[in-house]
């Protein structure tokens, strides 16, 4: 069988003190990433990445644009070891939340300096759009996408719950007023959920409560230089490709309120001909949602040398 690739960039959560450093001691074009970046910034993120300490690095204005970094120097490590670009490597490319702008990095889309500094204000921008403690989030789990709303909907009445990501079979999260999400929390055993999991987040993500940063995002993305993507961008909004410029910069607007259909935006690939789902970065997240998803593909990480030897092996 013909293998059809798609690489995937993970979201937040997935970082760890310690994430790119043997990256950066084994590969010249993993270090020129993590230079570029730290320039863009203004300040050593690297150097946060690589020592912590961990309560600066799990800050969401540090970690997104850090997972970026390191999805990016796996990109450009293939790209140089492989002889390949990343339209030889991959047909599609796609990113859990902020990795969308990791997979738009990775398809030239965006430059790596302008994707660091959309990040850092991303992070930002969430982080003050909804004072800390006002917001939450909560994973569902044993439910599918219908009931989950079905239980956002009873937290409604007590503010802003909406779904927020879709992210497998049996596991959506919601996000929204801290007492709305404890309001449908506590409903979700009477609509079948096996579990239900308050999440340790700074701020309610993917939520109408997001506006404010989701403005912040229009004005940044609209003098930001956009190019069409060398590889199609499955869109967390549309669970549909993308190449378009224009229609990328109003679907990254609206990905800060709206919901992250990954499970959909799998289906979509799987049934596109994608056999191989290949997540680059740090951690394994997407990995494991790739095969609940669908059983019929193939998934594997690639984020550390030894990763990365093996799937240049296997090319």
């Given at each position: 069988?013909?293998?059809?690739?798609?690489?995937?960039?993970p979201g937040q959560?997935?970082?760890?003190?310690?994430?790119?450093?043997?990256?950066?001691?084994?590969?010249?074009?993993?270090?020129?990433?993590?230079?570029?970046?730290?320039?863009?910034?203004?300040?050593?993120?690297?150097?946060?990445?690589?020592?912590?300490?961990?309560?600066?690095?799990?800050?969401?204005?540090?970690?997104?644009?850090?997972?970026?970094?390191?999805?990016?120097?796996?990109?450009?490590?293939?790209?140089?070891?492989?002889?390949?670009?990343?339209?030889?490597?991959?047909?599609?490319?796609?990113?859990?939340?902020?990795?969308?702008?990791?997979?738009?990095?990775?398809?030239?889309?965006?430059?790596?300096?302008?994707?660091?500094?959309?990040?850092?204000?991303?992070?930002?921008?969430?982080?003050?759009?909804?004072?800390?403690?006002?917001?939450?989030?909560?994973?569902?789990?044993?439910?599918?996408?219908?009931?989950?709303?079905?239980?956002?909907?009873?937290?409604?009445?007590?503010?802003?719950?909406?779904?927020?990501?879709?992210?497998?079979?049996?596991?959506?999260?919601?996000?929204?007023?801290?007492?709305?999400?404890?309001?449908?929390?506590?409903?979700?055993?009477?609509?079948?959920?096996?579990?239900?999991?308050?999440?340790?987040?700074?701020?309610?993500?993917?939520?109408?409560?997001?506006?404010?940063?989701?403005d912040a995002m229009?004005?940044?993305?609209?003098?930001?230089?956009?190019?069409?993507?060398?590889?199609?961008?499955?869109?967390?909004?549309?669970?549909?490709?993308?190449?378009?410029?224009?229609?990328?910069?109003?679907?990254?607007?609206?990905?800060v309120t709206g919901?992250?259909?990954?499970?959909?935006?799998?289906?979509?690939?799987?049934?596109?001909?994608?056999?191989?789902?290949?997540?680059?970065?740090?951690?394994?997240?997407?990995?494991?949602?790739?095969?609940?998803?669908?059983?019929?593909?193939?998934?594997?990480?690639?984020?550390?040398?030894?990763?990365?030897?093996?799937?240049?092996?296997?090319?």
């Amino acid at each position: 069988m013909t293998t059809v690739r798609a690489f995937t960039f993970p979201g937040q959560g997935s970082q760890t003190v310690g994430m790119g450093k043997a990256l950066a001691d084994a590969y010249g074009e993993a270090r020129a990433v993590f230079e570029q970046v730290d320039e863009a910034l203004g300040e050593s993120l690297s150097r946060l990445m690589f020592d912590g300490p961990e309560e600066e690095l799990v800050l969401t204005r540090n970690a997104q644009p850090a997972l970026m970094a390191v999805s990016l120097a796996v990109v450009r490590v293939l790209e140089a070891e492989s002889g390949k670009s990343i339209s030889d490597l991959a047909s599609y490319v796609a990113g859990h939340s902020l990795g969308e702008y990791s997979a738009l990095a990775a398809a030239r889309a965006l430059d790596i300096a302008d994707a660091a500094k959309l990040l850092r204000l991303r992070g930002d921008a969430m982080q003050s759009a909804v004072p800390v403690g006002e917001g939450a989030m909560a994973a569902l789990l044993g439910v599918s996408l219908e009931t989950a709303r079905e239980i956002a909907a009873e937290g409604r009445a007590a503010g802003v719950c909406d779904i927020a990501n879709d992210n497998a079979d049996g596991q959506v999260v919601i996000s929204g007023a801290r007492a709305a999400v404890e309001r449908a929390v506590a409903a979700a055993a009477d609509k079948g959920a096996r579990k239900s999991i308050m999440l340790p987040v700074s701020a309610p993500f993917h939520c109408g409560l997001m506006a404010p940063a989701a403005d912040a995002m229009a004005s940044a993305l609209a003098i930001t230089d956009l190019r069409e993507p060398v590889v199609p961008l499955v869109a967390n909004v549309l669970a549909d490709k993308l190449e378009d410029p224009s229609a990328i910069r109003i679907r990254l607007v609206e990905q800060v309120t709206g919901m992250v259909r990954w499970r959909e935006s799998v289906l979509w690939m799987a049934a596109h001909g994608v056999t191989d789902i290949v997540e680059l970065g740090t951690g394994k997240v997407l990995t494991g949602m790739a095969k609940r998803i669908d059983r019929s593909l193939k998934g594997s990480a690639v984020g550390t040398p030894e990763e990365i030897a093996a799937f240049l092996e296997s090319l």
